[in-house]
C-alpha cells in the first residue's frame, strides 16, 4: 500500500493550491479517504473526508466553504483544492485511508504573504 500526497508550496492568502494524493497497491475505489494536516507544534487534525464513490463529503468547521475534497477513482487519485487559504491553514497536509493505518509522507502547505 503506498499513498503518496503533493501540491504543497508557498500560496499567498486569498489565493488556491491544490493537493493530490496517488495510490497504489489496494482498491481505491473501495475505501473512503481523508486529508489531515499538522499545524506547526500542534496536534494531526482532519480536514476533510469523501466517501469511496464521492458522493458524500465532510469537512472540518475551519475549512467548511473554502476547501473542496474530490476523487477520480479511474485515476486512484484524491484531491483537496484549497481556495482563500489563511495563514492559520499552514501546515504539513496528509492522506490517509479511512480504515488502517495509512498515510501519505505528507506535502508542506505554508500560507503567507
Known amino acids: 500500500v503506498q499513498l503518496a500526497d503533493s501540491g504543497g508550496g508557498l500560496v499567498q492568502p486569498g489565493g488556491s493550491l491544490r493537493l493530490s494524493c496517488t495510490v497504489s497497491g489496494f482498491p481505491f475505489r473501495s475505501y473512503a479517504m481523508s486529508w489531515y494536516r499538522q499545524p506547526p507544534g500542534k496536534e494531526r487534525e482532519l480536514v476533510a473526508l469523501i466517501s469511496s464513490d464521492g458522493t458524500n463529503t465532510d469537512y472540518a468547521d475551519s475549512v467548511k466553504g473554502r476547501f473542496i475534497i474530490s476523487r477520480d477513482n479511474t485515476k486512484n487519485t484524491m484531491y483537496l483544492q484549497m481556495n482563500s487559504p489563511k495563514p492559520e491553514d499552514t501546515a504539513v497536509y496528509y492522506c490517509?485511508?479511512?480504515?488502517?493505518?495509512?498515510w501519505g509522507q505528507g506535502t508542506q502547505v505554508t500560507v503567507s504573504s
Open positions: 490517509s485511508r479511512v480504515r488502517g493505518n495509512y
